[in-house]
């Protein structure tokens, strides 16, 4: 544990000094709804770590209370994930489900109590009983129901004599409460779903808040740690704990910013987006941030361990660099593995002055690095070097072989260019070169002096190799949808090559590429006759200096797929549409390649282009929203037309709704064809930009953060993230955030 403690460990150790709890006894309860990402990474260090260091321990609890989304693999993906960055569970996993009938019992409690009542009305009403931020609510009229009618109605529930949604059990508030998660909450709903444990025992089920507070308590928690999207749900957490008058010790509820980090996206509902799509080769795909896709691409336990440890645990939201991430593992990879020769793009070099075959002894590993070992080098006439190894007319500052400028094979002899021969359409295809006998690497006597040396390899006996290049799976650092894809994010390399030893010694799984980066030999793919690796980061962070300038390369020597998942080649008909589409409607090329390979999406697109829309903004919403729709049902039988869809995009463009708004408009139009003008005035939903009704909300805010707005004061400005946040989630996304970043930012500095 580091010296300087996080307000956590502070808060924890208070608490054991004033004897509040005797054993720290903490718990990670994800939902097995998908595989854990980076962010998960980040809770289980938490969690676990400070269970560890306060001589306690933490549970592996599954929150498996929505049967329609979870599975057997994502519990086995969860448990994999905490297990392989070394920590343990005590006793058996954990399963909410293993609680179903106590919760069910505290439930029927609160009935007892008249602290909670079955309510009968609709979705749609209970929304708008719910008030505003600025108006109370109203509670239903089946509140008023008696305790024995509520007892009756909800045992019938349970035995499943109602049907998905006809009734739900409510918690009995506050419809008037400034936080409106106490407006009388859900506690339980129907949901006639087979259960991947219980099976078809329950047909009703706890709702989060009301099941995750009591797991907690039934448990012995102490410190239920969670991130800050729960802030809010801590006053149900402990309405549901006090109110049912739980004996002491009790667990309590504290938050921490949850992980963002640039180019990437961690929601679940976009990860499985991008593997249900197949944009991605599964859950495993190293372009994703899941724990098991770091693993595929070659991350080690230790640099995920590094990077939670240096980002720390913070109150405020706010975005980690990407780079960041990708400096610990180049870190841990340095000091630990060998170092090989790989050339990803052949250019065959004859040595016209040398005949016969030696082997040179060679080092894995630099002199820095405390690991021993060795392997030899074939070396023969015929070699092969990387093609931007050489320039015919290279630029000043090239310090490779040119016709002029000798260079070092390294680990070898010195050579120098003597003929450059080309192919049929004038590209390089073979250099013909002398070397100097008397410069070999370790016992040079030649006197002649080079700038550089580089990567080679014995033309007969290299190994051929697939050579993975991952770059970041988006171009945005703030990606929204598929829009934002990098269409670049991998390239795949069929004719590599390696030296021999890497196949037939196998030093380890991990190596350093010298000049290329790291690489590590996929676990599912690779096989001794067809051996296959991962880039798993570059030497350095090259992202924001990548040339504009084209290298030479030999075309016939190298074959490279550009990918984003596995895809074929335009038709030309398709071809034309992308060109139309990039060049006159200034579209995305990954939007407009999804638009242009489906012939039902773009019809319904070119339908909407007829009538009246922003192009650009207008494709973004079918190839995120409609296109979800039309996976699982006949453009026939949808409820919205795409005048439906143009309307959307107007009331998006004009300023009445804002993006996030659009999402719930766009699901309640999939729901029932109304317009979407219409939906957003029923349901209370323009977008608040008057400063009149702003301004309350924001000082409500300054006022419960005083911490947060003396650490802006004294320089942190990342906090004005948080603070926009926070009104942001107390408007139900309505406020403008021009106009909340504007005032936040007067405020705070007034």
Known sequence: MSESKDFLRVKVEEDLKIGKYKEV???????PNGFPHIGHAKSICINFGIARDYNGYCNLRMDDTNPSKEDTKYVEALQDAVQWLGFEWKDNLHFTSDYFSKIYDYAVQLIKMDKAYIDSVNEEEMRELRGTVKEAGKRSKYASRSIEENLELFKKMKNGEFKDGEHVLRAKIDMSAANMKLRDPLLYRIRHAHHFRTEDKWCIYPMYD??????????GVSHSICTLEFENNRDIYDWVLDTLELSLPRPFQHEFARLGINYTVMSKRKLLELVDGKYVSGWDDPRLPTIAAYKRRGYTKESILNFCDQIGIAKANSMVDVAQLEFCIRDDLNKKVPRVMAVLSPLKVTITNYDGFEEIDAPYYPHDVPKEGTRKLPFSKEIYIESDDFMENPPKGYFRLTPTQAVRLRHGFIISCKEIIKDSNGEICEIKAEYYPDSKSGSDTSGIKVKSAIQWLSAKEAKTIEVRLYDRLYKNESPEGLEDLNSNSLQIIKNALIEPAVITQKPDTRL??????????????????KPVFNKIVGLKDSWAKKTKVKKQAPKAEIKREQIVGEVEALSEAEQELFDRYTAKLGLNTEVANILSRDNILSSFYEECLKINASAVSLANIVVNEVARELK?????????????????????????????????????????????????EDKGLVQISDPDIISPIIDEIITKNPDNVEKFKAGNNKLLGFFVGQVLKNTGGKANPKVVNQLVAEKLHS
């Open 25 to 31: 006894i903490t718990r990670f309860p994800p939902e």
């Open 210 to 219: 009301f099941a995750h507070c009591l797991s907690d308590y039934i448990e």
């Open 512 to 529: 350093q590429f010298e000049r290329q980066g790291y690489f590590y030999a996929d676990p599912i793919d690779y096989k001794d006759e």
């Open 632 to 680: 699982e049902k006949q453009i026939d039988s949808l409820k919205f037309t795409a005048s439906n869809i143009v309307e959307l995009v107007q009331i998006i463009d004009n300023g009445t709704i804002s993006s996030k708004i659009a999402k719930e408009v766009f699901e309640e139009l999939v729901k029932t064809g109304k317009s979407p003008k219409q939906i957003v």
